[in-house]
């Protein structure tokens, strides 16, 4: 049986799930849906985000779903039903949409989008400022400068450092997560940021995702490597099938291909740097003394990026979750 709704965002309630329609050609991280997530898993439920076949969703709220927050359920007729990132069969069983089949093929869209995620350790001071790394990266992606930012999608606030930085500060020592866009021409970036207190501070983490990577080129990601290597802990660029401008198509792509990744000083100096030398990759120190940062290329060698990708990890003694 269905529940009475109890959500303004919901169009379906059970006990096991709550289900919010979404028939628009863009389906953005508006507060309706991160609202309509607490309130479901307030109770134990999950949130199930039903779209029509047309639509795409943007990074903010794939990263949201793929956080674990939400499930993306595509209709395909009146009948038929998928998941929109691993095209599993779906059917209504009267509590949720649950599994009817196996996952479909992979889908090679012949469109590639670049995918940076930075991650910087900052000092817990008066002085913190929030949102440089974004800059840098909007500006090698897009050409531009990010435009605005703010707790949900569309970007309600005008980009300001300040302002960004005053509103985590006012919510701390609550975590916060804000998106934020920008960009020029056709050259577009949308990512979010997440800011949380930890031992050793403030942790920054930005994750953008820009235009096809034919457009940004390697020079771009060279500088912004330069751009970020005194303060970042790490940063991971990869290009991602069937996403463009920040914006990702329900089809079972295949996952992010990782093609660089910056090891920041903090994590050079712990070994030293004759150490970073010897990574299992193709190494460029970037910085003076006791500041230097590998950036290391994965895609410089004639094994899978991903291999590369796990062999250095282990030589500066870093997981993949970092």
């Known amino acids: ?29 508006t507060g309706w849906l991160t609202d309509a997530a607490v309130s479901a898993a307030r109770d134990g439920r999950v949130l199930q985000i039903l779209t029509p076949l047309r639509s795409q969703i943007t990074y903010p709220l794939e990263l949201f779903i793929d956080d674990g927050h939400a499930q993306w359920i595509v209709r395909e007729d009146e009948e038929r039903f998928r998941d929109g990132f691993t095209g599993e069969p779906l059917h209504w069983d009267g509590a949720r949409f649950a599994a009817a089949g196996a996952p479909g093929p992979l889908v090679a869209t012949g469109s590639e989008s670049v995918e940076v995620q930075i991650t910087t350790l900052h000092g817990a001071h008066a002085s913190l400022q929030l949102g440089l ?59 979010t940021i997440e800011v949380t207190r930890v031992q050793e501070g403030v ?27 005194g303060n970042a802990r790490s940063m991971l660029v990869a290009t991602q099938p069937g996403r463009l401008d920040g914006l990702r198509w329900n089809k079972p792509n295949p996952p992010p291909l990782p093609h660089g990744i910056l090891l920041g000083h903090r994590i050079v100096a712990e070994h030293g740097a004759e150490h970073a030398r010897r990574a299992p990759a ?27 990708l796990t062999d250095v990890l282990e030589h500066f003694g870093q997981s993949a979750r970092e």
Do not use: K
């Open 133 to 191: 790394s974004a800059e840098a990266a909007v500006q090698a992606l897009t050409g531009g400068r990010p435009s605005g930012w703010g707790v949900a999608e569309p970007a309600s606030e005008p980009w300001s450092p300040r302002e960004l930085t005053r509103h985590c500060e006012q919510r701390a020592p609550n975590p916060s997560t804000v998106v934020l866009v920008g960009g020029q021409d056709s050259a577009t970036a949308i990512g």
């Open 282 to 308: 193709q190494v460029q120190l970037l910085g003076l003394d006791r500041r230097q940062a590998a950036w290391c290329s994965l895609t410089d060698d004639s094994r899978a990026p991903y291999e590369v």
């Open 203 to 229: 942790r920054e983490r930005l994750r953008l995702a820009g235009p096809a990577a034919r457009a940004v080129g390697r020079a771009a990601i060279d500088q912004l490597a330069a751009a970020v290597a």
């Open 1 to 29: 049986m269905v529940d009475p709704l109890n959500h303004p965002a919901a169009d379906r309630e059970t006990a096991q799930a709550v289900v919010v329609e979404q028939d628009r050609r863009v389906v953005a991280l």
